[in-house]
């Protein structure tokens, strides 16, 4: 009982399944073989009834089972498609051929596309780096590689695919900020091919074991939550003006210096440390004002 118990509470090994590719047979020639049975069927059946001789009723009979079982073999594969082939439960091997073809008829036959898909994720609702609630949303797209991987190793997988790939989106999602606070760190909006080769490499990594090749994963939605968007909205048009002003002070900054250089340099006029500090601060004022200046004069006497 305790060996039971123990047995138990262990996980089962999986068994691991790689698709055989098989060469089956040409099925023009086994129909031609199932139509020639059922022409000989027929043609016995004639004689014997012409000739009131039921001798001939069984091989026509036989014939015509022959057949039967013949045009039960029959199976068409279609481009980029792929028959997965069973005997009695146990994987045989995969058909991917196209045309007709000819296997035993107690095969079991399941489809299996090969063809390109693609689905697009919900918006889902999570939480960046920092912490801010976001909406995003990705397409993927995928195509089945390895048949037998894709059926007997996950219960459905398309449903699979869904599934594991919206849960690597919020993975992605946790793992980088919305936008950059640092100089070169990674964002969400702003570094978008690292942030898709993550996402790929990730969907990919998740889906190795039902047989499936990503091919191409994007985000296709990035945005706030609708309660902090106004306010993140705000904060992108203060760090916008405050990146402008910036600019501006440093561009500033020049003039003055070159102005007072080149005063100096040519001698045009010779100016103390208060003359110098009061220019300083007038040009700064007539550079930096988001508005226009309007001169002042002085008439007062001295």
Known sequence: MQLEADWDGKPKPTIQMREVLIVPKSGGTMLAYALGAIAGGFLLFVAAVASHS?????????????????????????????KVLQLF??????????????????????????????????????????????????????????????????????????????AAIRNLALSYPY???????????????????????????????????????????LAYAPEIAHAMLQRQQASAVIAARQKIVEGAVGMVEM??????????VELDNDKKAAMIGNLLVVLCSDRGTQPVVNASKG
């Open 54 to 82: 039921p001798i001939w009723i069984l091989p026509a009979v036989i014939l015509g089972i022959g057949a039967i079982i013949v045009l039960s073999g029959l199976f068409t594969v279609g481009p980029n498609d792929a």
């Open 89 to 166: 439960g146990d994987y045989s091997g995969t058909v991917r051929e196209p045309g007709l073809r000819w296997v035993n008829p107690l095969y079991t036959k399941k489809r299996v596309s090969l063809r390109v898909r693609n689905f697009e994720s919900e918006r889902l609702k999570v939480n960046d780096l920092s912490g801010n609630p976001i909406e995003i949303a990705a397409v993927v797209v995928w195509r089945v590689v390895d048949t037998a991987e894709a059926l007997f190793h996950v219960d459905d997988f398309t449903d699979f695919v869904h599934v594991q790939s919206e």
């Open 179 to 221: 936008d950059p606070h640092n100089e070169g760190e990674i964002a969400l909006r702003s570094h978008t091919a690292e942030v898709a080769e993550h996402l790929k490499t990730e969907i990919q990594e998740r889906l190795h074991q039902a047989g499936v090749d990503v091919i191409e994963a994007r985000i296709s939605h």
């Open 259 to 268: 102005a007072l250089d080149r005063l100096s340099h040519q001698k045009i």
